[in-house]
């Protein structure tokens, strides 16, 4: 059975103990070493465009704390910025993207407070800012064309829109017997299904961004990755260990585990620039 990736795929809702925003230290972590970066990147487009409403889109933004954390690091760079210069700050627009099975009613249950801080913090000078809920695919269009400044999208990447289509289509799908994600050993036809499937969504992501910025706008993007070097384990390896640890001890199907993998891909900084190489001609 093939489940249709992009309508199921979600991190756990609300704030309980397994919920996502109480289990994502580690992207919080990610989103604070590239705080440079995207103060730098946020400051040059600002600079060069000064628009009187700043359009900003938080792709695969999920849920919990960190789903407002990078739209407030925005407004405070950009807020001071234009203080700095005596210019009146503009008014921000920040879109939060996710898939349509995101948890989006807990981050519009914290949009007051937020709101309210800001004024707070900010003063009658201030903006004023108004966020949005865009349920829908990053791997294709999500804002009219010519219309966004500035995207924004950590951790979120490498997530693909599918299971590989190799080990799903044809009459004989290649089969990652034991793992449910590419590891050292998944034969080479998988590895291959896998940097494929990347490939072909990394490029829709890319020109459906460059279809919606502005002339001058600009993006940062995080992905989960790896070094050339690095063999291909992650936490998804030894998930698949277990599992077929499970199988072997009959408690769950062989055929449950064989047909099952997890539609995402850690990509090298080489497969990387090749997509985006390729898309910048
Ligand atoms: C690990 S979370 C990262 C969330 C947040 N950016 C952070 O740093 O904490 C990855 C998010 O990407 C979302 N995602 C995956 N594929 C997506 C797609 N095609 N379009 C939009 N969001 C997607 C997932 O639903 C999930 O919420």
């Known amino acids: ?23 994502s ?15 730098e990147s946020v400051t040059k487009l600002y600079n060069t465009l000064f628009p009187d409403c700043l359009k900003v889109g938080d792709l695969g933004c999920s849920s919990g704390p960190n789903a407002l954390l990078v739209a ?12 700095s210069l005596n210019r009146q700050p503009p008014t921000f627009q920040i879109f939060l993207n996710d898939l349509p099975g ?13 709101y309210k801080a800001l004024e707070n913090e900010k003063g009658s000078q201030f903006g004023p800012c108004f966020i949005a809920g865009i349920p829908g ?29 190799g080990l799903t289509d044809g009459l004989a799908p290649v089969k990652n017997k034991g793992n449910i994600y590419v590891t050292h050993s998944s034969s080479p036809a ?60 009959n408690l769950i199907e062989e055929e449950k585990l064989e047909n099952f993998d997890i539609p995402l891909y850690y990509p090298t900084a080489e497969e990387v620039r090749q997509v985006i190489d390729t898309e910048s001609v």
């Open 1 to 23: 059975m093939i489940v249709e990736t992009e309508q199921i795929l979600h991190m756990n809702g609300g704030e309980g103990e397994t919920s996502y925003a109480r289990n």
């Open 137 to 165: 695919s990053f791997h294709g269009r999500l804002f009219p064309a010519n219309s966004m400044h500035f995207f924004h999208s950590s951790c979120s990447a490498h997530w693909l829109s599918q299971v590989p289509k």
């Open 190 to 249: 998988v590895y291959r299904a896998f940097v494929e499937q990347f490939q072909q969504d990394f490029k829709l992501f890319l020109r459906s961004r460059s279809e919606e910025l502005v002339p001058g706008g600009s993006m940062v993007v995080t992905i989960g990755g790896r070094t050339e070097t690095e063999e291909l384990v992650s936490p998804w390896g030894l998930l698949g260990m277990t599992l077929n640890d499970m199988v072997l001890e």
């Open 102 to 114: 995101n948890d989006f009613n807990t981050i519009f249950k914290s949009l007051p407070n937020f």
């Open 25 to 39: 230290l580690l992207q919080r972590k990610v989103i604070s070493e590239v705080k440079p970066i995207l103060e």
């Open 72 to 83: 407030s690091e925005i407004i405070d760079t950009i807020d001071a910025k234009s203080r």
